[in-house]
DNA sequence: TTGTAGGCGTTATCAC
DNA sequence: GTGATAACGCCTACAA
């Protein structure tokens, strides 16, 4: 049978509420009956039950706020269904959500969320714009005692307690590996990023060169162009690249623009298929891969996000379980159709 | 607010014994005041708490059983650590795990061990052999009130609750999908299977052919040679296949065996490479995938079977969830060094 | 500074 | 058949 505080309680010769008082650093105790509760707890090995805290909690009333850059984005769409799934889940424990959901990268608007949210919350899982006017929002809200997770993209400097999301670095790495074995490790790779201003879009390349260079001597990059993330701009700098490059045999996109860009390689209509690398699984890429126009795509599991942070939301408000681990990384998954 | 047990009877004026007793269909309770407790329970969309049932449940003392085909299988390691750690969460509930592994596949000791943990537990997690006697064996558990999962491979026919384990079919499709774009849909291709005995490695077979057909017309299984997932004997397997036909450019190994496989590709040294697909990631096969002897891998989520079919049976045992999903299938995940 | 008691939701055990 | 009551482990008022 497993140690319960009532069960220090009778150990140490004092109430229950002497013992929670201790274990939950709630202070009002004499210092020697704290540190031989504190002791007792410990040579006994003491583990809260989650489910007697949970049921305690209830009173508490919970709510988690959510704001992110999702509209128009698939990919957050699925984050949405990972967090309205736990959401679910948690609703007995008297966990509400609450969601705002913005457009496009402005940080006054993301910070006016943030405010608007994080006002009424006690937790605030954010997708956060890379920008310090962010990074100091959030240090504020922590300063409030809000709990703040970054999904997707992390701000490390700021205060923010956890990051879920995908490694970077290691999703171009995982890219490049995949690319060495589409094109027996000999390719002239365009790249097509989506911005040189986002963190994550660098780093996919970075990643990328880095098993170029370790593992494959016989790839090499010959351009890097922005797609700024939109499908028509996309297609025009791809359509440049593989005219300026006609020995260009394989496409490394690292963000969005995906359909763009492969509509670019359609209408050209080369003799040699070229190997196209991807991220995500938003419609359109899906319908491209069933094409056969891309080879793979690299998938950074949108719903596990999304569930993730809750999860560490949960297990911190209602467990109270201390942060274990400050960066839960998914991999990142090579996909094809058949196994989408 | 949710609805507990306490509000539906003060709504339908009777006792929480008398709600309890319906809700869990204990009997004992006039057909009248059933029906109408239901009704009510129904409409106001009642749904037990977990943690309210978790506390409650400990007094039960749960003990799951866990028999595994395992011994010297890596892949059956990681699933053992994820029942490991889930046996560690869920010690706070009275659940404990009591584990035997077995060698090869013989049947009757498989039946023996089921019978000696089987009459000890409340469930059984079993990896089982696929054996018309296991499955009796199984069913007649079932019968004695034992809660049956089986992982990584299943039988269907049998009164068992769940299947825990990854898609074969798929698994194949999965394999073929990658072959296509690593030789660029035009292979030679010769197969190492495990043996033609077992269920998994057939529809492995067969969902490569599937995706052949449907979109790879030019991918050609030369022939298809058992390892008995043996190391050895997939070598001069491997050999032979490889002398028998110089024109073969790809290898799918749909099982054990790969280490040896391998070994006999590289004793040959042809000139050019052979493009060759594996599944699992036990130690030697990463050894191969870091020598660029093997292209990619197909990864099951082991540790994921684990920790899963705990889940499962915690959550039918201590939270008296009905199952909703007889099968609970993992993706076959493409992994090359990188994302490993 | 410490103890007591009631409640979170469910269930098992009595007593009626 | 049914109801009352005491757990399960934890937390929070309030009382001392």
Redesign the pocket.
Known sequence: ?????????EI?????????????N?????????SFVRKIAEQMG???????????????NIVVGVVLISEGNPFFDEVIRGIREAEKEYT?Y?VRVLIQTMHGYDVEEQCRLMEEVGSQVNALILNPISDLKIQHKIDQLVERGVFVVTVNTDIENSKRSCYVGSDYINGGETACGIMGVLTGGRAKVGVVTGSFKVAGHNQRIAGFKKVMEKKYSQIEILEIVESEDDDILAFEVTNRLLQAYPQLDALFITAGGVYGACRAVLSQARQQHIKIVSFDSAPNTVEMLKQQVIDVTIYQHPYTQGRKAMQIVFSYLV??LEIKKEKHILKNEIKVLENL
């Open positions: 049978m497993s140690i319960t505080i009532k069960k220090i309680a140490c010769n004092v109430s229950r509420g002497t013992v929670d008082r201790v274990l939950n709630r202070g009002k105790v004499k210092p020697e009956t704290e003491y583990e809260p039950n989650p489910a007697g805290k949970a049921l305690a909690a209830k009173k508490k007995a008297g467990n109270g």
